[in-house]
């Protein structure tokens, strides 16, 4: 198998690679253009700027590492290893230095995702369930949509649940939502018991043979201490009726919202157990280094990722064309 620096290499180069370059490679490529662009024309400005990679470099170096949202700890982890580096090859121009930023960047990645599972996990026979939490406006309900029109053209039997009775027009907007991708959903009503509409929707998924249930939860309630309750609440609710369940909980993170999706994250950590990530609005950031910054700091697997407002801009996440997609370009032919 390639590595992923020869992957980012050939990509560069326009070398063909072996495996073939698919539509997903495409909407990588587009949805990262923005992080792209700004993450490069920086990069590119500091090569430009330095004539010699001395202190001052290395702070720049750190600086715009921390601007694209690698994070704090990664930005300095990068600039430790480079500075050794540097004394090793006895380098002195940054362009000598350019791709091993880069390839520093690769690996660090690779390693810290060693034993991540990206997959969602669907059970094989019978009822799998999936629970999306986050808090309001980060894209739990749309990103359900587009998941229900996804597994159900992969020919599976969908059902939808609407446990966000707390905010007006939630319910309605998830019944579209069932209606675009042709699905049912389970729906009390406003105001009501979510837990009463998780109850409902577990046993009719299972009377009616469904096989993946998708659960909207609310984003905000009257404060953080009743929201985390009541998550608390359907979860017990989906293990009574059935133990293995939910088989997903995943917490929605805007990637426009930076290190703010971070603190989030860690919040829900530490009181539901999340097991995976879905970033939304990734088309709509610069940033799109907070997906190194999870992995290196969160230690939670990215299983999705929004590249768009439509039906079909939902992507599982692959880490390889992820790196490709953000690094392409930068890398110097040498
Ligand atoms: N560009 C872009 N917009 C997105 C994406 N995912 C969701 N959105 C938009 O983000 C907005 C909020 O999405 P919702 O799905 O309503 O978010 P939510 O988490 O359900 O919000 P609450 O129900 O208030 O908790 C909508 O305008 C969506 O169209 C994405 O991947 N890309
Ligand atoms: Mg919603």
């Known amino acids: 198998m390639m590595g992923f620096f020869d992957k980012i290499k050939r990509a560069f180069t326009g070398e063909t ?22 993450f490069g024309e920086r990069m590119n400005e500091l090569f430009a700027n330095f004539r010699t990679v001395d202190e001052d470099f290395f702070e720049e170096l750190e600086e715009t590492l921390i601007g694209a949202d690698v994070g704090f700890d990664t930005a300095i982890r990068i600039s430790e290893s480079l500075r050794q580096e540097v004394k090793l090859r006895n380098a002195k121009k940054p362009a000598e230095v350019q791709n091993a930023i880069i390839e520093k960047l690769v690996n660090l990645y690779e390693e810290e995702g060693m034993d991540e599972v990206n997959e969602l996990a669907i059970q094989p026979d019978g009822l799998t369930v999936m629970l999306f939490v986050g808090v309001n406006g980060v894209g739990k309900t749309t990103s359900i949509g587009k998941l229900a029109h996804q597994l159900k053209q992969e020919g599976k039997k969908i059902m939808l649940a609407a446990a966000d009775t707390f905010r007006a027009g939630a319910i309605d907007q998830l019944v579209v939502w069932g209606e675009r991708a042709g699905v049912e959903v389970v729906r009390g009503n406003a105001g009501g018991d979510p837990a009463a509409v998780v109850f409902d929707a577990m046993r009719r998924a299972k009377e009616e043979q469904v096989d993946v249930l998708l659960i909207d939860t609310a984003g905000r309630l009257q404060n953080k201490v009743n929201l985390m309750n009541e998550l608390e609440k359907i979860q017990r609710i989906i293990q009574r009726e059935e133990p293995t369940a939910p088989h997903e909980v995943l917490l929605v993170l805007d990637a426009t919202t930076g290190q703010n999706a971070m603190v989030q994250a860690k919040q829900f950590k530490e009181t539901t157990n999340v097991t995976g990530l879905v970033l939304s609005k990734l088309d709509g950031t610069a940033k799109g280094g907070i997906v190194l910054a999870i992995r290196n700091e969160l230690h939670l697997p990215v299983k999705l990722v929004g590249l768009g407002e439509g039906i079909d801009d939902l992507e599982p996440f692959n880490p390889n064309e992820f790196v490709i997609g953000l690094f392409k370009g930068l890398l110097k032919e040498e």
């Open 17 to 38: 690679p072996e495996e073939t370059v698919d539509t997903v490679q495409e909407k990588y490529d587009k949805g990262l253009e923005k992080t792209r662009k700004t």
